[in-house]
Each structure stands twice: as structure tokens, then as C-alpha cells.
């Protein structure tokens, strides 16, 4: 399989999604969430209230503050009329200056579902509460609706639950649009409340008064009005969904996938039309919607959106690819110099690769003669025990293996003895690297690659880009096709390390992250201050479980020690570097 491996800057990613997927569409979109801001002057009183429209709806954004015979201040204090509003009593009816009215409960539910479909990840009530003093708990005041936690006057006269709670009147007399704190809506009638707020609403500004006829002739058509977006359904105009308004403009043409009008730096959203519907688009069709998998021909493509993961063509459909789909060659870099180890104890043969003034196995052991290494017997395994994986990835051994000592060594406070140069089940020649060996090879990757590293991530564009140890250990020793990245990484694999994310093998038998980590042992032993169960914690204890880890999603870790119980019963895999 030929594989394309390249590292691609910032900057040519910005341009990637900046162009392409062209979705332009008739009319350029205005942001689904942008409220405009006005303002009225009330005649009955000269009182200016600022308004806002939110979708087709224009409201007041404060309360009423209109005084009638029926109306009181908060606590019969004058200055919390400022900033709460009046509290009034039924018979609102004409509360409202003409051309605005009270709303009903229907109309305050297609403000509520208007509010949803555009920040469908914040509740609606705290986008439309203020923020400031007049809350507990406050919003965010995201369409400058500014509710503010007004309470209520009792039948009894007195006044309760301000900064908690706001009434606010509807058309229906003795019901409310209730906003209860930490963000809960409700629609309640009580004959407890005395006094209520008012928020006036501008007459024939609801989506069904200023919006064509919807039928089954504009059935799933989407229009912009005023400064919001509906979709015609069954039920009639609603607020337009994410997939609806970032759609807008699109001719929606079956299987067909664009980019949203305000998705901005979300790089990886497409859309896809579906049933006459926009939707959002899986990660499987932004990625495959072109590429015919009827014939389950293992074919692996890389991602034209997430261009940092392939896909492979299976029996049921196209799926992100694991390491295991991959052919052995498409582990190592065809631009690095690879030798050759023929091991002639099973005539098995490695790669191996010069990094600074080391000689390393480019891939991981594969060594399982219990024969004539009878310390292996029980303790290495090829991942879910099937031995083509051994032929691909190299096996997983126990520290006892890894390290060719007996099970009197099996406790992990029994001091092991380890030499400087510990050849464990290594070939003739080779050795169990140490932790000093294993930072000899970090330490020249960050010397080497570092800078190199900075103007991959930067495209160049930043004179002196800073190093970073994370991107330089994942553009030096990561394999670029193997590893699950959930988002973009700089692999180039350019020492040619060639790292797989083999995980560990757990004594239970199970296999763990997989597609998350690379780990070896290493040949290092000290006393160390840690817990292990049924020792008391702080004793010194001898430990001899040191491994490396090289993370999907962090870094290389120099020299992690294992904490768990039965240390020396996890399955890693070796990587023998040169006498």
C-alpha cells in the first residue's frame, strides 16, 4: 500500500478549510445569533427602553417600569424599579405602549425555541437572563434580553425570592414565564403572586405573522426574516436547527456535503443533505461520501477532512482504520536509511536505525523460544493471542521475560541483579536499554528535531517558533499511520523510531490502550518512596519497573514508574538498542 506520510503546517490547514467545499449561497448569511439593538420611547411617560430583536421577535430588553395603581417597586424601594422593573397585578392587558402587547405563552415559547436552536449547547434561560447584581446565579445575556431575578409580591403583601427567581407576565391572566435559578424555565399559573414583571413584545413580530405561508409546497425550505432563520415542517415555521441556518443558501441534493455558513475555525463540521434534510455529517461520510465500499476491498484511504486518519473499506462499510489494518512497511519512514538485525537464534529479522550515536531495533521484538529461553514460558503474548500481530508489532513480555529471569524474582520488593548492560532477551550484542540509554535518545531528539519540529507545526511562517517537547517526540517517533490522533498532529515519524501504540497486556489477559500508547521496558532499578497494596505507604521498597510511554495525547514520558500491584506482570513490548 503506498501511503502518502508528509507533515502539513498550521497555516496550509488554515488554507485547507479556508478553501474548498464551496458553500456559498444566494444571500450572504448573517450570524444566527446577531441581535439588533434599538430603542423606543414610551409617550405615556417619556421612559426610553432599549429593545432587541431576537429571530423575527422585537422585545423590550429590561422590564416595564410604567406606573400604574396596581404596580410597586421590589420591597417598596423606588431604586429597584430601575433596575428590576414594576411588579403589577392583573389586568395587564394594556400595560404595554401601542405596538407592543404582553406576550402569550405561545409567543414566549417561540422566543425559548428560537434561543435553543442557536446555542443549543446553553440553556436558554441563561442566555436570556442578565448578568451582574440581580442575580445568584446569573446568566449570560447572550441575546441582550437582560432578565433580571425581579421575584414576585405575595397575596400578603410581602416580597420574596429576588436574585432567585422572575415572573413574567403572559396574556393568559394569573400565568407566568417563570425563570428559576440555575437556569430552569417553567410555565406556571399561581394565584399566590400578587405582582409580576412585564416584558412587552412588538405586535405582528412572531414568525407566523411576518413569515409566507408554510405547506407542503415549502416543505424543510429554510428563510432568513428579520434576523433569524425558520424551517417549514409538518407543524408549521420553526426555528431553524444548526445543520438548517449553517446550510442556508444550499440547494440540499442528496448525499450532497458542504461547509456551514458559521462553523468558522470548527475545521472538521460538514453538513450532508439527507432525505430532503440537512443534518450534520458523521465522521465516516465527511470522510468517504465520494468512495464506493461495496465490495469490502480493505482499501484504505486517507481522510480528505481529517487528513490525519485513514479509513479502511470492511465488510460493513467504511470505518476508521487501527493499527492492525496496516501492512508492516507502512509502519517506518521510506526516507530514513533502514539496516537490517538478523537474530540467529530464530532467524527472525529487524529493521533497525541510527539515531545520534545509537543503533536501535526500528520495530519490536519478536522473540518467543521458551525452548531455549525457558524465562518466556507463560510470559509473552501477541496482542488478542493471534501470531500475525506478533509478525506485524512484536510480542508483549513480562518484566521477568523482558529481562530473562526466573520467577524467583516474581515480587516487586525483591531486588533484581541487574548489571549496567543488561542484555535480557536481546540478540548477541544487544541490550535491554537503560533509563540512561533511553534519555540519551530523547535528549538528542530534542536537539535534533526540536526547531525542526516548530517550523512543521508553524509552516514556517513564525521566525524562532517555539520548541515544544510534545510536538517534537510525536514528529520524531510516532509512525504517522497507527495512531488514533482525535485531532491534528505533526507525525512524521523522522527519526525513523517508528513507534506503534501497542498499549500494555494487563495480568488479567486484557489488552489496554491500544491505539493510545507506545511502552517498552527499560533496564532500571532503584529504591523508591510509592504504595504498593498491603506494604505500607513510604517504605523503601526495591523496584526494578520502569518503562517509558510515548501518548497519543501527551508526550514522552523519560521514565514513569508503574504503581500498581504486580508490576512486573504487565506486558510491554522490547526495543534491544546496540552494545
Not at 470492511?314 to 517506518?332: A, E, I, L, P
Not at 536537539?447 to 520548541?467: N, T
Request: aromatic share 14%; with cysteine.
Amino acid at each position: 500500500m503506498n501511503i502518502c506520510k508528509c507533515v502539513v503546517g498550521l497555516f496550509a490547514v488554515l488554507v485547507l478549510f479556508a478553501c474548498g467545499d464551496d458553500s456559498s449561497g444566494t444571500k450572504e448569511p448573517d450570524s444566527p445569533r446577531k441581535e439588533v439593538i434599538s430603542s423606543i420611547t414610551d409617550p405615556r411617560d417619556g421612559r426610553v427602553y432599549q429593545t432587541t430583536q431576537i429571530g423575527t421577535q422585537v422585545w423590550f430588553a429590561e422590564n416595564l417600569q410604567y406606573e400604574t395603581d396596581s404596580s410597586w417597586c421590589y420591597g417598596d424601594d423606588v431604586s429597584n424599579c430601575e433596575n428590576l422593573g414594576r411588579l403589577y397585578a392583573g389586568g395587564t392587558e394594556n400595560l404595554c405602549p401601542a405596538g407592543f402587547h404582553i406576550p402569550s405563552q405561545h409567543e414566549w415559547e417561540e422566543l425559548i425555541d428560537y434561543v435553543a436552536a442557536v446555542e443549543p449547547d446553553i440553556p436558554p434561560a441563561k442566555s436570556l437572563q442578565g448578568y451582574g447584581q440581580t442575580w445568584y446565579v446569573s446568566g449570560n445575556n447572550a441575546f441582550s434580553f437582560g432578565v433580571p431575578g425581579a421575584g414576585y409580591r405575595s397575596v400578603d403583601g410581602s416580597y420574596r425570592e429576588r436574585m432567585v427567581n422572575a415572573y413574567l407576565a403572559t396574556s393568559r391572566a394569573g400565568c407566568y414565564q417563570a425563570f428559576i435559578s440555575n437556569y430552569h424555565l417553567n410555565f406556571l399559573c399561581d394565584d399566590s403572586i400578587a405582582g409580576a414583571s412585564v416584558r412587552c413584545l412588538k405586535d405582528s413580530s412572531n414568525a407566523d405573522d411576518v413569515l409566507p405561508v408554510c405547506d407542503k409546497l415549502n416543505l424543510n425550505e429554510t428563510v432568513y426574516e428579520g434576523n433569524g432563520y425558520y424551517t417549514c415542517d409538518k407543524d408549521g415555521w420553526r426555528a431553524s436547527n444548526y445543520a438548517e441556518y449553517n446550510a442556508y443558501g444550499n440547494e440540499c441534493v442528496e448525499n450532497k456535503i458542504i461547509k456551514g455558513n458559521f462553523t468558522g475555525f470548527a475545521y472538521f463540521i460538514r453538513f450532508i443533505c439527507d432525505n430532503g434534510r440537512w443534518r450534520e455529517a458523521t465522521e465516516i461520510e465527511r470522510n468517504t461520501i465520494d468512495k464506493d465500499c461495496s465490495k469490502a476491498t480493505n482499501e484504505i484511504i486517507q481522510g480528505p477532512v481529517e487528513f490525519y486518519k485513514y479509513y479502511i473499506c470492511s465488510d460493513s462499510g467504511w470505518r476508521v482504520t487501527n493499527m492492525w489494518d496496516f501492512q508492516k512497511d507502512d509502519y517506518f519512514n521510506p526516507d530514513v536509511e533502514y539496516g537490517t538485525l538478523a537474530d540467529p537464534r530464530d532467524q527472525n529479522t529487524y529493521r533497525t536505525v541510527t539515531i545520534g550515536a545509537q543503533l536501535w531495533m526500528a520495530e519490536n521484538l519478536n522473540y518467543a523460544d521458551s525452548v531455549k529461553t525457558p524465562n518466556l514460558k507463560g510470559n509473552s503474548w501477541c496482542y488478542m493471542d493471534n501470531p500475525q500481530n506478533c509478525e506485524k508489532a512484536g510480542r508483549f513480555y513480562t518484566f521477568l521475560a523482558a529481562m530473562d529471569q526466573d520467577t524467583s524474582f516474581a515480587d516487586n520488593n525483591i531486588e533484581m541483579p541487574l548489571g549496567s548492560v543488561t542484555q535480557g532477551i536481546c540478540p548477541e550484542g544487544w541490550h535491554i536499554p537503560s533509563e540512561l540509554d533511553w534519555n540519551a535518545l530523547l535528549s538528542y531528539v530534542i536537539e535534533r528535531y526540536a526547531q525542526e519540529s516548530a517550523v512543521a507545526l508553524y509552516a514556517g511562517l513564525v521566525e524562532g517558533a517555539s520548541v515544544s517537547e510534545i510536538f517534537t517526540y510525536t514528529y520524531a517517533f510516532k509512525s504517522v499511520v497507527a495512531w488514533d490522533f482525535d485531532y491534528w498532529r505533526v507525525a512524521s515519524n523522522a527519526s525513523g523510531f517508528s513507534t506503534v501504540p501497542m498499549g500494555r497486556r494487563d495480568p488479567d489477559g486484557s489488552f489496554v490502550n491500544t491505539q493510545d500508547n507506545f511502552n517498552i521496558w527499560l533496564a532500571s532499578e532503584k529504591l523508591v518512596q510509592m504504595f504498593i497494596a498491603g506494604v505500607p505507604a513510604g517504605e523503601d521498597i526495591a523496584s526494578s519497573d520502569y518503562y517509558p510511554v510515548i501518548s497519543a495525547y501527551n508526550t514522552s514520558i523519560p521514565a514513569s514508574l508503574l504503581q500498581q500491584p504486580d508490576a512486573r506482570k504487565y506486558g510491554y513490548p522490547v526495543r534491544c538498542i546496540k552494545d
